[in-house]
């Protein structure tokens, strides 16, 4: 259901960038949508212990720093383009791909896919902390730019 999900999302991006059915109001609550799916699935892998609590912890705190930046930025700047950047597209979809990895590999009883994704946790870990301070580098520069 995951990759389904998954599939889907990416597939109404690109039918609504086609025929221009983008908004902005789209552009914020997708993100928003990707990422309570992908908690959801997160959580409940880690509440049946396909997942360590570890890794929860980097995928929320990851989560919750880029949101209070933010919140930061809307609150206290006319920074208003939030997009994603290639490095939290990155995370997102290592993250999406290992939880259908857990799924499958738990359901289907394979220790070899098992193995490889909890390999792909470490690449998690640095694609979070990688677009974590990628989004934190973009939003010092803009407001370093800004006060020129």
Known sequence: MVGLAAFTDLLDGAV???????????QYLDPIAD?????????GLGIGGAVPLWLLAVIFGRDLWILLLSGLALVFTDFRELQP?????ASTFVQVMCAVGVLAGAGYGDATLLTVCHAIF?????????SAGDYTI???LWCLGRRH
């Open 16 to 26: 609504a960038r086609r025929f221009g059915g983008e908004t902005k109001f789209g």
């Open 35 to 43: 990422k309570i799916l992908l908690s959801g699935v997160y959580i």
């Open 85 to 89: 950047s290639n490095a939290g597209k």
């Open 122 to 130: 470490w690449l998690i870990t640095g694609l979070a902390v990688w």
């Open 138 to 140: 973009r939003g010092v």
